[in-house]
Every structure is written in C-alpha cells, then in structure tokens.
C-alpha cells in the first residue's frame, strides 16, 4: 500500500509537468484541410508542440465550440465557413484579430475581404476557398453529366454519396426546385425536404470527412463531393472526374478565426503568420487541391493547379454558382428536416 | 486505536461521496434537464415543460426507438443463437483443463480488444473489393460483388461482432457451474438428448442466458460508432440521436429525456433480472 | 467429440478472428488504400512512429489509463471491502447502483458527466477526462473484488480479530494479500477499458488533450487506409500482452 501511495505521487508530479510543459497550439480544423507537412515546418520553425482535432461540418464545430465556451480555454484556432463566422460573430464566440500584429494580412486577395458577413475582417481571415460539386467515376457513369437532376437517376441506385453537411445536400434540392440555396423560407426548405426524401434510395453513405477515400476505393461512382477531395481522388484513380452542374455549383469560403477563449495567443498569430506565407499557401493549394485566398501564392502556384478547373473555377463557373450565407435563425428548420431525412427513409 | 475507528466510516464515505458527486447528481442533472427547454444561447433554459416527452412520442421518434429496439432483439438473438451451441460444446466436450483454458483465453482476447479496432478490421472484411467478396467472386459463387457494407447488414453483422464475447462468457460461467450430475441423472431415468436440453441444461443456465442477453441488449442500445461506421452514417438509432442532440443539433433536453428513458429501461430490466434469479449466483459477473 | 461440433466451434473462433487477422496482415500492404496486394512493407508502421501527433494521443491515453486504472482499483477495492464487511443502511441499493452502472450504455454516463462539468464550468480537458475515467472504471472493479470476497473465508477474519487486530490490519495483512490477484485482474481491465473507451471520451475530453481511441475514431471515419491498419495492429498487440499478463496473475490465484 505504501508503495502505490509514492507512486501515485510521482505520478501525479510527472503529469503536472506534462501538462504544463511546452508552447501548445490547439487547432480544430476541417479534416484533410491542412498538410502535415506544413505542420511539420512549422513546428520545426518554431518548436511549438501543435495538437490538431478535426470536424466535418460546421454544425459540429459550432456545437462543439459553444460547448467549450464555458471553459476557461478553447480551442485556439478554428475554421468556420463564412455564414458561420457571422453567427459566431454575433454571440461573441470570437475573438477580434488584431490585423496589426500580422504583417502577411495584405496578402489575401482584396476581392474576398470587407464582405457582410465580417466587415474589415474583424474576426476572420480567409483561408481556403472552393465548391461542392458532381463528382463521378467516368469508368461506370457515361452519358452527359450536367444537372443536379443526375443524381436523381434510379439507375444510380445505392452508388451515390452525399456529403454530411445538412445545407449542401439541401442547397442541391433548392437549386433544382428554383430557389436560392440560402433559402429561409420554411415552406421551400420543407419542399426541399420533400425532393431530397425522392433521393435517398440512391444514397448509398454520408461521409464529409474524406469522400476521397470512398470514390477511390469505387464503393460509390457518383455524387457531391468538395473540389479538394475531388482533386485528390482524381491523382489517385484517373477515372474520377469533377463537374459543375448547370443549375449552379455551391461554393463557400473557410476563414481562420480564434474563439474568445482562446489561451495561446502568441503562438496562434505566429502560426496564422506563416500560413500566410506565399510560399506555405502555395504548398497548401497544391497538396490538397482548394483554392487559397492569398493573392500573393498564384503566381507561385504550379500551371496544372492554377489552370485546372476544379481547383480554381473560371468566372463563368464562379457566376453560375451560389456562395453559401447565413440563414439566420432557419438553420434550425433546415437541421430538423435533416434528422427527419436520416430517420425517415 | 484511532485508525480502528477511521477505517470502516472512511471506506463508507468514500465509496458514498464518489457516486454522489459523479453519478447520482449527474443523472438527476439529465433527468432534470428533460422537463427544460432548449435554447439557443445558453443550451437550456430554466422553463418546465414537457415538451421533450411529447415530442418522441411523435411518429418520427418512436419509428426510431422501434428500429432501435429491433436491432438490438435482433442482435441479441443472433448472439444467444450462435453462441450458446459454443458454449456447450466447449464446456462440456472438452475435457483437459488446458485445452479450456486456451479456448477461453481465444475468446477474451476480441473481449479485451477495443470494439472500434474489431468494427473498423469487419469494413475491411464486408467492403466491394474486401476479403468476402473477392472470395466469393474468386470461388464463382457470385458475379458481381454484393453490397454487404453502409447498410442494414453490416451494422448487425458488427453488433454482432462487438457483442458475442459479451453473450459467450457468462454463458460460459453458467455452463461452468453446471452440475453433470442433473445431466446424469436425467439420462438415467431416460431422457432422450431433446428432453435433456430443454428440461434440464437451459432451465440449469438460465441465470447466464439472461445475463449475457442483458448485456448484449443494452450494449446494442447505446452504441453510436458502429452504426455511423458500418452504416455509412445514414442509419439514426437512439446512440446516434442523443450523441447528435449534444453535438450537433444543440438540443440538451431532447438528449437528455431520451438518455433518461434508456435509464429507466437499464433499471427496469435489471429489475426484472434480479427478481427473476433468485438462487445464490445472483450477482454472477463476467471477470 | 463429434465432427459437426467441432466444425462448428472452428467456425465460430473464424467468425471471431478472421477480420483481426485481415487487418494485420493489410497492414503490411504496400497499397495506400488496401485495394489490392501489392507487396509487403512496414512503411505504414515508420509513418506511425514519427507522426508527433500521435505519439502525443498515445501518451496521453496511457497517462489516463494508468492513473484511472490505479485510482480506481484504489476506491473500488476499499468500496468492495466496505459493502461486503460493514453492514450499513442501503449496502444493497449500493451494490444494486454500481450493476446498473456497469450494465448502462456509456452514452448516458458521457452525457451526464458532460452537463456535470458544464454546470460547474470546469475546463474540459485533463482532469475532466482522468475524473470521468475513473467513474466508469469503478463499478468494475467493485464487480470483480467483491466477487472474489464473497468467496472469501470468514474464518480467517475472526480468527484475526480474535487475536486483536484492528479493522486496518485486517484489511492490509490478511484480505488484501489474498485477493490480490482479483484486485490487479480489476487493475488491468480498467486499464483496458480505459484505454479503449470512445465514447465516454468523446464527450469530456478537451481540446488539448487528445487520448488515442478518439484520433483513431477520425481516423477510421475517412474510410479505409493502411495507416490504420497499422495503427489498429500495433494496439491489438498491447491489448494480447496485457492479457497474457492478466492470465498469468490469474493462475496464481487460490
């Protein structure tokens, strides 16, 4: 007994150290958004130890967030899509950025910057941009692949993957039916809901953290998927293909934000510092195939990347598409017709 | 002399203020939260309602509880079906101790090894281009791979898996205190083998079936990992809505006045189970 | 025995094995994705060493396994003494609460524990992770020590307290070197348990401290990769160590 009471204090003892040693970074980020090889650089560069959990959609990282609010520390770094910085910009789960302190700012594209959902960009700072779109294995799928409607083919049954985001899969049903994908009309979200029920049969699984995976292994042969995945895929199996639907391609934007309690605070701008780096940005465009918003990265970028349309869609694509906004308070409409949609089918 | 006197309150206490804290207020704390209403900001706010309770009697969430409840039955029967012919065999056709041993050591290691390693080792097995189809395929039984993954029969064939070892030992333990000699006598006043096992061998192992089916049942109830993995995230059970109320959806007392009606299930069936065993093997447990 | 039995017990240990074998030897595929066989390699197993991060989820879980399993086995053993010795006022709803606990779906331990630490805004992290480690740990152990004291002789007891022992010298010289072998079983399976455990991790954890089975669980909802084939092999490896250990502990045992 005398003995496990001293082990247990050196225990105890060792894991104080443990815990309280080092410069840590808490990243919570999109999974298969940041290479680890960029993070080995910057550990390397500055011996901070960077610890990394992953979400798929925003809903989890906002639940997620929210529920770490009442503690004392967050996460220190987080990557919402645009119409979720406004809405956690709104509940003071931000921390305001302090441009000042980073230098590289004036690299971004000024076309992305001062927009509603942040003006001056108090609270974010873009980082990768990109869209959700038809992603198909040409080895099985022939014949035009130009309308969302294609997914709705009964001979695409069980071969179709959607991605496990409640405002894409519904953004989908939207365009078809003629509204906005940031539709907040309750009637037109549940008629949405409707369309999408038509769908089911043909889905075969969710999956936002790395459709890649499942394209490349051809468990399906069709459906959404983001231009990243979609690239990365394609390097894999040559068959994979990437294609923008008519009716409008969904597009969005990720931002670098720092929840209000935040506890690393120098080694979080050390560490949006050098993702905006030219060089860095560029290396993170090319690995996972999604759009930077560093202006100063392009010319850096390798031609096949900066011409290759699924990574950096041309205007017209750009035009046709919808960028993803707040809906207010109607996300809640669109989730509960979400678990509607998992449960009833 | 002191320390005489220390002791027996101090393990008392101990044990008391432990469950307190981290059990008993907990769970007065969920099933407090279930007469509250959501909200937005804060998760809950302090207004009586029984608002969650009537919501999953709607048709949508009973549909839910139903499904849940099937797979679980199903799964549970699946495991007491294939398991308790094992058992037996193990139990009582093998003589030499070692032998028995090593046989029940083979089957505590899946025991031991974490279900999200055997769920994740069952894709490779079910998937397209996964082990049963490329044999199937290679032996010619089939033309075309079979969709065994991200569907109905993935997710009870990994139930299953996860829950076998948990219906095969205390079995196990039951068949182990089973006294050959009921069996013997039973034999020598004529019994033919039929008879033997209805009327003799199941009534005597009733304790560890029940047991083992209280485990698997339960296990099955709350388990959201396997079927988010195996079913391609599309199939919702009662796991997979609590664990969505928390962090996803944001509607704590939802999540907490489904948690508190698998409670009560948990009590009730243990209950039933008490009552039900009265002989001295009451509190048997796996080790 | 006969062949059909045997046929059928073979089958059934295949059931059980074959996907553990498939992953360990996947694990040696040189295919990035496990598709098709294309040769053996350990560059999964290289890549798994130097990924820092999880090395750091690694550590952190066997920290947490460590300390819970010790505590645990701390409390619980002490708890099992006093339920079977000390005839108190709801002794018997006390055994009752800790079967239920041990039966109930983690899921509802992982919320409760949550809305706990929220309601005290207590930081999500380390302590909260060790705190609620050590609650599901404890109906086991108490399962399993009072299990091995009920089959414990009383004679010994009263010949001790005859001879004047304290409650104390009881305890320490004559029941605990008895049950010893129960009291490390109890050890190394809340070891396990906590090793192994997602979901009540998955709720109480905090952003700085990740434990392994939650790495693996991102890990394995990308899809199928040999990496984690890899990864899954090396922490079946620990686990049939630990078992063999237990095993040995066991057979020991009076």
Same mark, same amino acid.
């Given at each position: 007994?005398?003995?496990?009471?001293?082990?247990?204090?050196?225990?105890?003892?060792?894991?104080?150290?443990?815990?309280?040693?080092?410069?840590?970074?808490?990243?919570?980020?999109?999974?298969?958004?940041?290479?680890?090889?960029?993070?080995?650089?910057?550990?390397?560069? !500055?011996?901070?130890?960077?610890?990394?959990?992953?979400?798929?959609?925003?809903?989890?990282?906002?639940?997620?967030?929210?529920?770490?609010?009442?503690?004392?520390?967050?996460?220190?770094?987080?990557?919402?899509?645009?119409?979720?910085?406004?809405?956690?910009?709104?509940?003071?789960?931000?921390?305001?950025?302090?441009?000042?302190?980073?230098?590289?700012?004036?690299? &971004?594209?000024?076309?992305?910057?001062?927009?509603?959902?942040?003006?001056?960009?108090?609270?974010?700072?873009?980082?990768?941009?990109?869209?959700?779109?038809?992603?198909?294995?040409?080895?099985?799928?022939?014949?035009?692949?130009?309308?969302?409607?294609?997914?709705?083919?009964?001979?695409?049954?069980?071969?179709?993957?959607?991605?496990?985001?409640?405002?894409?899969?519904?953004?989908?049903?939207?365009?078809?039916?003629?509204?906005?994908?940031?539709? !907040?009309?309750?009637?037109?979200?549940?008629?949405?809901?409707?369309?999408?029920?038509?769908?089911?049969?043909?889905?075969?699984?969710?999956?936002?953290?790395?459709?890649?995976?499942?394209?490349?292994?051809?468990?399906?042969?069709?459906?959404?998927?983001?231009?990243?995945?979609?690239?990365?895929?394609?390097?894999?199996?040559?068959?994979?293909?990437?294609?923008?639907?008519?009716?409008?391609?969904?597009?969005?934007?990720?931002?670098?934000?720092?929840?209000?309690?935040?506890?690393?605070?120098?080694?979080?701008?050390?560490?949006?510092?050098?993702?905006?780096?030219?060089? &860095?940005?560029?290396?993170?465009?090319? !690995?996972?195939?999604?759009?930077?918003?560093?202006?100063?990265?392009?010319?850096? &970028?390798?031609?096949?990347?900066?011409?290759?349309?699924?990574?950096?869609?041309?205007?017209?694509?750009?035009?046709?598409?919808?960028?993803?906004?707040?809906?207010?308070?109607?996300?809640?409409?669109?989730?509960?017709?979400?678990?509607?949609?998992?449960?009833?089918? | 002399?002191?320390?005489?006197?220390?002791?027996?309150?101090?393990?008392?206490?101990?044990?008391?203020?432990?469950?307190?804290?981290?059990? $008993?207020?907990?769970?007065?704390?969920?099933?407090?939260?279930?007469?509250?209403?959501?909200?937005?900001? =804060?998760?809950?706010?302090?207004?009586?309602?029984?608002? =969650?309770?009537?919501?999953?009697?709607?048709?949508?969430?009973?549909?839910?509880?139903?499904?849940?409840?099937?797979?679980?039955?199903?799964?549970?029967?699946?495991?007491?079906?294939?398991?308790?012919?094992?058992?037996?065999?193990?139990?009582?056709?093998? +003589?030499?101790?070692?032998?028995?041993?090593?046989?029940?050591?083979?089957?505590?290691?899946?025991?031991?090894?974490?279900?999200?390693?055997?769920?994740?080792?069952?894709?490779?097995?079910?998937?397209?281009?996964?082990?049963? =189809?490329?044999?199937?395929?290679?032996?010619?039984?089939?033309?075309?791979?079979?969709?065994?993954?991200?569907?109905?029969?993935?997710?009870?064939?990994?139930?299953?898996?996860?829950?076998?070892?948990?219906?095969?030992?205390?079995?196990?333990?039951?068949?182990?205190?089973?006294?050959?000699?009921?069996?013997?006598?039973?034999?020598?006043?004529?019994?033919? +083998?039929?008879?033997?096992?209805?009327?003799?061998?199941?009534?005597?192992?009733?304790?560890?079936?029940?047991?083992?089916?209280?485990?698997?049942?339960?296990?099955? $109830?709350?388990?959201?990992?396997?079927?988010?993995?195996?079913?391609?995230?599309?199939?919702?059970?009662?796991?997979?809505?609590?664990?969505?109320?928390?962090?996803?959806?944001?509607?704590?007392?939802?999540?907490?006045?489904?948690?508190?009606?698998?409670?009560?299930?948990?009590?009730?069936?243990?209950?039933?189970?008490?009552?039900?065993?009265?002989?001295?093997?009451?509190?048997?447990?796996?080790? | 025995?006969?062949?059909?039995?045997?046929?059928?017990?073979?089958?059934?240990?295949?059931?059980?094995?074959?996907?553990?074998?498939?992953?360990?030897?996947?694990? @040696?595929?040189?295919?990035?994705?496990?598709?098709?066989?294309?040769?053996?390699?350990?560059?999964?197993?290289?890549?798994?060493?130097?990924?820092?991060?999880?090395?750091?989820?690694?550590?952190?879980?066997?920290?947490?396994?460590?300390?819970?399993?010790?505590?645990?086995?701390?409390?619980?053993?002490?708890? *099992?003494?006093?339920?079977?010795?000390?005839? @108190?006022?709801?002794?018997?709803?006390?055994?009752?609460?800790?079967?239920?606990?041990?039966?109930?779906?983690?899921?509802?331990?992982?919320?409760?524990?949550?809305?706990? @630490?929220?309601?005290?805004?207590?930081?999500?992290?380390?302590?909260?992770?060790?705190?609620?480690?050590?609650?599901?740990?404890?109906?086991?152990?108490?399962?399993?020590?009072?299990?091995?004291?009920?089959?414990?002789?009383?004679?010994?007891?009263? *010949?001790?307290?005859?001879?004047?022992?304290?409650?104390?010298?009881?305890?320490?010289?004559?029941?605990?070197?008895?049950?010893?072998? %129960?009291?490390?079983?109890?050890?190394?399976? *809340?070891?396990?348990?906590?090793?192994?455990? /997602?979901?009540? %991790?998955?709720? /109480?954890?905090?952003?700085? @401290?990740? /434990?392994?089975?939650?790495?693996?669980?991102?890990?394995?909802?990308?899809?199928?990769?040999?990496?984690?084939?890899?990864?899954?092999?090396?922490?079946?490896?620990?686990?049939?160590?630990?078992?063999? /250990?237990?095993?040995?502990?066991?057979?020991?045992?009076?």
């Amino acid at each position: 007994m005398k003995y496990l009471r001293v082990i247990l204090v050196i225990l105890f003892f060792v894991v104080h150290l443990e815990v309280m040693a080092g410069r840590e970074l808490n990243v919570y980020i999109w999974s298969e958004y940041l290479p680890e090889t960029v993070v080995e650089k910057f550990v390397k560069e !500055t011996g901070i130890k960077v610890n990394i959990s992953t979400y798929d959609n925003n809903e989890s990282l906002y639940a997620k967030v929210k529920l770490l609010s009442n503690s004392k520390n967050g996460y220190d770094i987080i990557v919402p899509s645009t119409y979720f910085v406004s809405k956690m910009r709104n509940e003071k789960l931000l921390m305001e950025i302090d441009q000042a302190k980073l230098k590289n700012f004036k690299n &971004i594209d000024e076309k992305l910057i001062n927009k509603p959902f942040d003006p001056e960009n108090s609270y974010s700072i873009p980082y990768l941009w990109g869209s959700s779109a038809i992603c198909y294995n040409a080895k099985y799928v022939t014949g035009p692949i130009d309308s969302w409607n294609v997914l709705f083919d009964p001979k695409y049954k069980n071969k179709v993957l959607l991605t496990d985001d409640a405002r894409e899969v519904f953004h989908v049903a939207l365009k078809l039916l003629g509204y906005s994908g940031n539709e !907040t009309n309750p009637d037109h979200i549940k008629q949405a809901y409707e369309k999408l029920k038509t769908l089911m049969p043909n889905v075969k699984m969710f999956n936002s953290a790395s459709p890649k995976l499942n394209y490349i292994n051809e468990e399906v042969i069709i459906g959404l998927n983001h231009s990243g995945e979609a690239y990365m895929a394609s390097l894999e199996n040559h068959d994979i293909k990437y294609v923008y639907p008519k009716e409008g391609a969904i597009l969005w934007m990720d931002s670098l934000a720092i929840p209000a309690n935040a506890k690393n605070l120098e080694e979080v701008y050390e560490f949006i510092e050098f993702l905006l780096r030219p060089e &860095i940005a560029k290396e993170i465009s090319e !690995t996972i195939g999604f759009a930077t918003a560093n202006k100063a990265a392009i010319p850096l &970028i390798i031609e096949e990347i900066r011409n290759n349309p699924t990574i950096y869609p041309g205007k017209e694509i750009q035009e046709k598409g919808e960028f993803q906004d707040d809906v207010g308070d109607a996300i809640v409409v669109y989730e509960k017709y979400w678990e509607m949609l998992k449960f009833d089918h | 002399m002191i320390k005489k006197d220390l002791f027996r309150p101090f393990t008392i206490l101990l044990i008391i203020s432990w469950l307190t804290i981290f059990v $008993l207020i907990p769970n007065l704390g969920v099933m407090g939260i279930s007469f509250l209403t959501r909200d937005e900001a =804060n998760f809950i706010d302090f207004t009586f309602t029984l608002n =969650n309770y009537q919501r999953l009697a709607s048709e949508i969430y009973l549909k839910v509880f139903l499904k849940t409840f099937s797979v679980a039955l199903c799964v549970t029967t699946i495991c007491l079906v294939i398991s308790y012919p094992f058992v037996y065999i193990i139990s009582h056709t093998i +003589k030499n101790k070692s032998t028995k041993d090593f046989l029940l050591i083979l089957v505590i290691i899946p025991f031991w090894t974490s279900s999200l390693i055997r769920t994740y080792a069952m894709m490779l097995v079910l998937r397209v281009n996964g082990l049963l =189809n490329s044999f199937l395929l290679g032996v010619g039984v089939i033309n075309e791979p079979i969709e065994m993954l991200y569907n109905w029969f993935a997710i009870i064939v990994g139930l299953v898996y996860s829950s076998l070892p948990f219906m095969i030992l205390p079995l196990y333990t039951a068949f182990e205190k089973l006294d050959h000699n009921y069996i013997n006598a039973a034999q020598d006043l004529g019994a033919n +083998k039929f008879n033997v096992l209805t009327k003799v061998i199941i009534p005597l192992t009733k304790s560890g079936i029940a047991a083992g089916c209280i485990l698997v049942f339960l296990g099955t $109830l709350g388990m959201f990992f396997i079927p988010e993995l195996l079913g391609g995230s599309k199939e919702i059970l009662i796991g997979n809505l609590i664990k969505n109320q928390f962090l996803v959806a944001r509607d704590w007392p939802l999540g907490t006045a489904i948690a508190t009606i698998l409670t009560i299930l948990v009590v009730v069936l243990m209950v039933v189970y008490a009552r039900n065993t009265k002989d001295t093997n009451r509190y048997q447990v796996v080790v | 025995m006969n062949r059909l039995a045997r046929l059928y017990s073979i089958l059934v240990y295949v059931f059980l094995y074959l996907p553990i074998v498939v992953l360990i030897v996947y694990s @040696f595929n040189a295919s990035k994705y496990g598709t098709a066989w294309q040769g053996i390699t350990l560059d999964w197993y290289k890549k798994l060493i130097s990924n820092s991060g999880l090395i750091s989820s690694t550590k952190n879980s066997f920290l947490i396994a460590t300390l819970s399993a010790s505590i645990a086995t701390l409390i619980g053993t002490l708890s *099992a003494l006093g339920l079977y010795r000390y005839k @108190f006022r709801g002794a018997k709803l006390f055994v009752s609460v800790v079967y239920v606990l041990a039966i109930s779906p983690d899921i509802i331990m992982g919320i409760s524990l949550l809305i706990l @630490f929220n309601l005290v805004h207590m930081n999500l992290g380390f302590y909260t992770l060790l705190l609620a480690h050590i609650t599901f740990n404890l109906p086991f152990v108490i399962i399993i020590v009072i299990s091995r004291l009920r089959s414990f002789n009383r004679n010994l007891i009263d *010949a001790a307290k005859d001879l004047g022992a304290s409650e104390w010298v009881v305890f320490s010289k004559i029941i605990l070197p008895l049950i010893m072998s %129960s009291v490390i079983s109890a050890w190394l399976l *809340a070891f396990t348990l906590s090793l192994d455990d /997602v979901v009540i %991790s998955f709720f /109480v954890t905090g952003p700085n @401290f990740e /434990v392994l089975p939650l790495t693996l669980f991102s890990m394995t909802r990308l899809g199928i990769k040999s990496e984690i084939n890899a990864l899954c092999t090396m922490i079946f490896g620990v686990t049939l160590v630990l078992i063999f /250990v237990s095993h040995f502990v066991f057979r020991r045992k009076v």
